[in-house]
């Protein structure tokens, strides 16, 4: 029988500045320091592209790559073979977590309590905290401080571009734990529904596949896949651009949804459950800050897009804001899909389809009358020009549907 993991309470602070950055957080004494890299990452509030490392006891913790590539001899340890247990033992323990070694943010990482978890609670989860998570690759402490000299200043000579640069929700001051909560992969640890669930899980395997593999967070800024002109680069592997389509689409889908917009999507989850490919529909919220988070209620996986603002995927500005001009049309999945697979000639037709909502009733298409207009004519030269009679019939079937809403 597995033994229950205790919950340690740890403080996380970023040294080395004032008023204090700092976050309280709940996780498992088990977890691996790689698996804890990433949740620093998630309740801190950085994006998770740059190195890290763990300093404790003379040893310095790192990512596989980092340990394998070690040219200077720095005995470096793998990070995915070590607990937080291994590390931190006793309450009032401390260890250094340091995150992107250019700007050298550097961070102190306590135990705060020790505890066993709590019946029905879900780990890891962020109790508090203050401030907010300086910006990416803003010059590290420096940096920074001077960012917000000038953003506490309108009459600045940089702040027009540096207001631009951290976009307009950003509030230094800004924390709140619950947004964290959203982002964290949570599950109840032992205990009622905990390691009982799971065994009774196992029983009913055939009917319900356990996911294969630990549900993935993906910590994504979508200017990394971008080259400098804000296009897609040339020459990427298959993968590669997989990846950007996919995250391009959840952009797409969000941005075509008001701030603070919840919605189950037409976005197929390219996770896995069990030995096959999920194919759920995620879950997509854009959240204030214009931080876009992601879910997939089947398979675990889990996402927040940054830095999408202004790229080829947003939609944001092409979006029909007035009420009394905007149409809803219901269609079949099958007829979505097909409609996604249909050349089309505006941004406003992309908010529609791109922007649908899944439902048990169908799927929802809404938008501007004149973006429907347009799109009208778009399946009317894609029926037009359909390849099999099956695809015809369908593309006027869905032009007859949005039609009868868009002209009655």
């Known amino acids: 029988m597995a033994i229950t993991p205790d919950i340690y309470q740890l403080k996380?602070?970023?040294?080395?500045?004032?008023?204090?950055?700092?976050?309280?957080?709940?996780v498992r004494s088990d977890v691996k320091l790689s698996k804890l890299h990433e949740i620093i990452q998630i309740v801190m509030g950085w994006e998770n592209y740059h190195l890290y490392s763990f300093h404790a006891g003379g040893s310095t913790y790192t990512d596989r790559a980092s340990v394998e590539d070690d040219m200077y001899?720095?005995?470096?340890?793998?990070?995915?073979?070590?607990?937080?247990?291994?590390?931190?033992?006793?309450?009032?323990?401390?260890?250094?977590?340091?995150?992107d070694f250019g700007d050298d943010w550097e961070h102190t990482l306590k135990l705060e309590k020790i505890f066993a978890?709590?019946?029905?609670?879900?780990?890891?989860?962020?109790?508090?905290?203050?401030?907010?998570?300086?910006?990416?690759?803003?010059?590290?402490?420096?940096?920074?401080?001077?960012?917000?000299?000038?953003?506490?200043?309108?009459?600045?000579?940089?702040?027009?571009?540096?207001?631009?640069?951290?976009?307009?929700?950003?509030?230094?001051?800004?924390?709140?734990?619950?947004?964290?909560?959203?982002?964290?992969?949570?599950?109840?640890?032992?205990?009622?529904?905990?390691?009982?669930?799971r065994t009774g899980a196992k029983k009913k395997a055939r009917a319900h596949p356990e996911p294969s593999a630990e549900p993935r967070t993906y910590i994504t800024n979508m200017m990394h896949f971008l080259n400098e002109d804000g296009l897609v680069p040339?020459?990427?592997?298959?993968?590669?651009?997989?990846?950007?389509?996919?995250?391009?689409?959840?952009v797409k889908a969000a941005s075509s949804h008001p701030t603070d917009a919840r919605f189950c999507s037409t976005v197929v989850c390219r996770g896995e459950s069990g030995r096959r490919r999920c194919g759920s529909y995620l879950t997509i919220a854009h959240?204030?800050?214009?931080?876009?988070?992601?879910?997939?209620?089947?398979?675990?996986?889990?996402?927040?897009?940054?830095?999408?603002l202004g790229t080829i995927y947003d939609l944001n500005e092409a979006v029909e804001r007035d009420p009394t001009q905007r149409v809803s049309v219901v269609i079949t999945p099958d007829e979505h899909r097909l409609l996604k697979q249909?050349?089309?000639?505006?941004?406003?037709?992309?908010?529609?389809?791109?922007?649908?909502?899944?439902?048990?009733?169908?799927?929802?298409?809404?938008?501007?009358?004149?973006?429907?207009?347009?799109?009208?004519?778009?399946?009317?030269?894609?029926?037009?020009?359909?390849?099999?009679?099956?695809?015809?019939?369908?593309?006027?079937?869905?032009?007859?549907?949005?039609?009868?809403?868009?002209?009655g």
């Open 342 to 407: 249909a050349i089309t000639t505006s941004q406003k037709e992309d908010t529609i389809i791109s922007g649908a909502v899944s439902t048990p009733d169908g799927v929802i298409l809404s938008g501007g009358l004149d973006g429907f207009d347009l799109l009208l004519g778009s399946i009317a030269f894609n029926a037009n020009h359909a390849k099999t009679a099956k695809c015809q019939k369908t593309m006027d079937k869905v032009y007859e549907k949005i039609a009868s809403v868009v002209e």
């Open 12 to 26: 996380i602070s970023l040294n080395h500045i004032k008023p204090a950055i700092w976050r309280s957080f709940q």
């Open 117 to 197: 978890p709590l019946p029905g609670e879900k780990y890891p989860v962020c109790i508090d905290g203050a401030r907010a998570c300086p910006p990416e690759d803003c010059g590290g402490i420096p940096g920074y401080e001077d960012l917000l000299r000038v953003l506490a200043d309108p009459n600045d000579e940089e702040y027009e571009e540096m207001r631009s640069w951290v976009g307009p929700h950003f509030s230094p001051e800004k924390f709140d734990p619950e947004i964290v909560n959203i982002g964290l992969p949570r599950r109840v640890v032992g205990g009622a529904g905990g390691d009982a669930a």
């Open 234 to 250: 040339m020459g990427q592997p298959d993968e590669f651009y997989a990846m950007l389509n996919y995250f391009g689409d959840i």
């Open 73 to 99: 001899g720095m005995g470096y340890r793998d990070g995915l073979k070590v607990k937080l247990s291994e590390v931190l033992s006793d309450v009032g323990d401390s260890i250094i977590y340091r995150y």
């Open 287 to 308: 959240q204030p800050g214009n931080t876009i988070h992601w879910q997939c209620s089947e398979c675990g996986d889990q996402g927040f897009i940054s830095s999408w």
